[in-house]
């Protein structure tokens, strides 16, 4: 995977609650191929970023270039169908549906809307394929026909990553996927991560440092709606500025 070219851009971009800038100035690039976090203090602004990007929350200032192509203020579906995917700090899922049809349901609402026929064709024989790999990739396979609402919080963030993943995107926004998580369902995602990063860039939002230290190519430090400071792993871990935002926050 071509790993240089910048996938995501943001410029000047500002989110206001009223007086609150709860998205100050932010100018990120993320290049295609890398695991990149984003840290920061409760409140710093990272899942509005999200909600930016993903076109859940209208822009109120500066612009967004997926690929070279502006998708400031494009609603939701339009992002998705672009290759854009996030999975929630809140699981997404529906409650009284099995894993299985909730897997199902995000595949399919990727592949109907596609009307190029030969990608359609491609795509419905490909998705009972898809459906296994996903529910492997999550480690969900076993458990496929249990209803939603009978998992364990940790289960139903994993089949929420899985709905995110369904729709093969090139880019996977993934908001605390482990937290709420058994350490062994954790390792679990991590390593997912890690594997997936081999084929589509994610940007992730993650309060667990030694996650963050452990997967990430770079870190980008929100406080304050702010960027504070970007830069590899251990850069970040050594920053001054970093570990006073930290304190304050906390
Ligand atoms: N819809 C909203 N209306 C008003 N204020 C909001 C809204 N969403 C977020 N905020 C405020 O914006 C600021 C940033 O919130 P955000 O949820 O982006 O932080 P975060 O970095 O994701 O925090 P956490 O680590 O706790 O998830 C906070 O002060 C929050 O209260
Ligand atoms: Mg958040």
Redesign the pocket.
Same mark, same amino acid.
């Given at each position: 995977m071509e790993t240089n070219h910048i996938i995501l851009e943001t410029k000047d971009l500002c989110?206001s @609650?009223?007086a609150?800038r709860?998205?100050d100035l932010v100018n990120l690039q993320v290049a295609g191929g890398r695991v990149h976090s984003i840290i920061?203090?409760?409140?710093?602004?990272?899942?509005?970023? @999200?909600?930016l990007l993903t076109g859940f929350?209208p822009i109120t200032h500066g612009k967004i270039f997926f690929n070279g192509t502006e998708i400031t203020n494009l609603p939701p579906h339009r992002i998705s169908k672009m290759g854009i995917a996030r999975s929630f700090?809140i699981t997404s899922i529906f409650p009284d549906l099995t894993i299985h049809e909730n897997i199902r349901i995000a595949i399919q609402s990727r592949t109907k809307s596609n009307y190029n026929f030969l990608t359609h064709f491609k795509n419905l024989k490909g998705v009972g394929e898809r459906l296994g790999q996903v529910l492997e990739e999550v480690g969900l396979a076993q458990k496929a026909d249990a209803v939603a609402k009978n998992l364990s919080y940790g289960e139903r963030r994993a089949v929420d990553i899985g709905i995110a993943l369904a729709t093969e995107p090139n880019l996977l926004l993934l908001?605390?996927p482990t937290s709420g998580m058994s350490e062994e369902e954790s390792s679990r995602i991590i390593g997912l991560i890690k594997e997936i990063s081999a084929r589509l860039t994610v940007v992730l939002?993650e309060?667990n440092i030694d996650v963050v230290l452990s997967i990430s190519d770079v870190v980008t430090v929100?406080h304050q709606?702010q960027v504070i400071a970007e830069g590899r792993p251990e850069e970040i871990q050594e920053n001054q500025k970093v570990q006073e935002a930290y304190l304050g926050g906390y």
């Open positions: 989110k @609650f009223g609150l709860a998205v920061g203090p409760n409140g710093a602004g990272k899942t509005t970023l @999200f909600n929350l700090q908001d605390e939002i309060h929100m709606g």
